[in-house]
T-cell receptor, first 111, second 114 residues
């Protein structure tokens, strides 16, 4: 069954606003990944988190691995039109395990 | 370093035909994963392979679907006797051996069954 939940399901924001989205799980995972998917393309890895409590940035993106190892958030600062897409969180128990994806958060940016 | 290469990008098959989807992982990557995505939905895990071995096929339908990752050559996802419900985007991802758990995706193959 579905192990990951993402919220919100969709977001409509004005260009320049900051964005925050969340991912929670019912189980502990040791690796949390955030991907972005543009229409008609494959998911692109944005940020990888390996340690509980870890905070990692990639340009305007910041993600944190929750201390309980059951959640993570992704923040996007000063959004721009090219941020539009679907953002997926993904988890792995170990490096030799499958990657499990959340249902995604759809982001729309209004110019 | 080329990314994960999938071909074809688009594939049209009639009901009852076979579909073969190919995936060449990134150089140095020995782990391959296949996922299926229906429109407006997330990515559903199908199968995880290492060279010549199936590690986890818990997401694969029991019939008509098979996957392989031979010692030489690309990974192949094979769907026999396709039905309309098989129409979807199929994505392949690869990851390196060892402790780096990131998985990198190809651009996908969009299968349409008519």
């Amino acid at each position: 069954g579905q192990q990951l939940n993402q919220s919100p399901q969709s977001m409509f924001i004005q260009e320049g606003e900051d964005v925050s989205m969340n991912c929670t799980s019912s189980s502990i995972f040791n690796t949390w990944l955030w991907y972005k998917q543009d229409p008609g393309e494959g998911p692109v890895l944005l940020i990888a988190l390996y340690k509980a409590g870890e905070l990692t940035s990639n340009g305007r993106l910041t993600a944190q691995f929750g201390i309980t190892r059951k959640d993570s958030f992704l923040n996007i600062s000063a959004s721009i039109p090219s941020d539009v897409g679907i953002y997926f969180c993904a988890v792995r128990k170990t490096s030799y395990d499958k990657v499990i994806f959340g249902p995604g958060t759809s982001l729309s940016v209004i110019p | 370093n080329a990314g994960v290469m999938q071909n074809p990008r688009h594939l049209v098959r009639r009901r009852g035909q076979e579909a073969r989807l190919r995936c060449s992982p990134m150089k140095g990557h020995s782990h391959v994963y296949w996922y299926r995505q229906l429109p407006e939905e997330g990515l559903k895990f199908m199968v995880y392979l290492q060279k010549e071995n199936i590690i986890d096929e818990s997401g694969m339908p029991k019939e008509r679907f098979s996957a392989e990752f031979p010692k030489e050559g690309p990974s192949i996802l094979r769907i026999q006797q396709v039905v309309r419900g098989d129409s979807a985007a199929y994505f392949c991802a690869s990851s390196p051996p060892g402790d780096r758990p990131e998985a990198f995706f190809g651009q996908g193959t969009r299968l349409t069954v008519v």
